[in-house]
Antibody, heavy 128, light 106 residues
Framework: QVQLQESGPGLVKPSQTLSLTCTVSGGSISSGGYYWSWIRQRPGQGLEWIGYIHYSGGTSFNPALKSRVTISIDTSKKQFSLKLSSLTAADTAMYYC????????????????????WGQGSQVTVSS | DIQMTQSPSSLSASVGDRVTITCRASQTVSSYLNWYQQKPGEAPKALIYAASTLQSGVPSRFSGSGSGTDFTLTISSLQPEDCATYYCQQTYNIPTTFGQGTKVEI
C-alpha cells in the first residue's frame, strides 16, 4: 500500500523559505489519476489545503497562499516538494502531504475526490 | 471560499451511545462532501466520500447523510477506538475547504 513520509527542518526563521519533501513508497508517483498534495494544520485550527501537483507537472494552489507557494515533483526519486516563502509566525503548523484522487470515483456524471493516504506530518515552527 | 461549519466543536458520550456531528456549508456543495477521522498524534484518515459512501474498511457503525448545505456524520454505537476529531471537507469548489473539527471524547 502507498505510504507517504514528510521530511524537512522543524524550525525556520521569519522571512525565510520553508522547504519540505514528501517521499512516496509502496506505489507509483506517476499514476495518472492522482495529484500529490500539501495540507497544513495550524495550532487550534482546522485543516488548510495548500496545493497539489500532478506527475506531469500540472499544479493548483489555494489562492490565499498562491503567491508564496511552489510545489515541484521528481518522479525519479518518487518525491514531491513544497516551498513556502516569506514566512511569518502564522505559518507555524503541522504540514501534511497526501494523495488526492482526481478525477476520483465517478458515477452518474459526478466525480468525487478525497485525500488518502496522508503522511504522518512534519511540525514546522517559525521563530527567530 | 466555501466556509464549512461543524457543530458541536466537542462532545462527550458513553460507549454504545449514538453520536451525531453536523456540518453546514456556506453555499451548496451538492454531495461533494467528505468526512475524515483524526486520532491524537495521527494523520487524518478518510472515512466517507460523496456524503454517504463509506471508504473501504470503515466500520458500518459510521454513516453519513445530507446534500446541498447540511450534512451529518453518525456513529450508531460509539466505541472506545472512535475517540478522535472528525472533519468535514467540501470538494465542490477550489479551494477545497475543511470544517474546524469536532472532538469526540468518551
Amino acid at each position: 500500500q502507498v505510504q507517504l513520509q514528510e521530511s524537512g527542518p522543524g524550525l525556520v526563521k521569519p522571512s525565510q523559505t520553508l522547504s519540505l519533501t514528501c517521499t512516496v513508497s509502496g506505489g507509483s508517483i506517476s499514476s495518472g489519476g492522482y495529484y500529490w498534495s500539501w495540507i497544513r494544520q495550524r495550532p487550534g485550527q482546522g485543516l488548510e489545503w495548500i496545493g497539489y501537483i500532478h506527475y506531469s507537472g500540472g499544479t493548483s494552489f489555494n489562492p490565499a497562499l498562491k503567491s508564496r507557494v511552489t510545489i515541484s515533483i521528481d518522479t525519479s526519486k518518487k518525491q514531491f516538494s513544497l516551498k513556502l516563502s516569506s514566512l511569518t509566525a502564522a505559518d507555524t503548523a503541522m504540514y501534511y502531504c497526501a494523495r488526492y484522487n482526481l478525477p476520483g470515483y465517478c458515477s452518474g456524471g459526478a466525480c468525487y475526490n478525497w485525500f488518502d493516504p496522508w503522511g504522518q506530518g512534519s511540525q514546522v515552527t517559525v521563530s527567530s | 471560499d466555501i466556509q464549512m461549519t461543524q457543530s458541536p466543536s466537542s462532545l462527550s458520550a458513553s460507549v454504545g451511545d449514538r453520536v451525531t456531528i453536523t456540518c453546514r456549508a456556506s453555499q451548496t456543495v451538492s454531495s461533494y462532501l467528505n468526512w475524515y477521522q483524526q486520532k491524537p498524534g495521527e494523520a487524518p484518515k478518510a472515512l466517507i466520500y460523496a456524503a454517504s459512501t463509506l471508504q473501504s474498511g470503515v466500520p458500518s457503525r459510521f454513516s453519513g447523510s445530507g446534500s446541498g448545505t447540511d450534512f451529518t456524520l453518525t456513529i450508531s454505537s460509539l466505541q472506545p477506538e472512535d475517540c478522535a476529531t472528525y472533519y468535514c471537507q467540501q470538494t465542490y469548489n477550489i479551494p477545497t475547504t475543511f470544517g474546524q473539527g469536532t472532538k469526540v471524547e468518551i
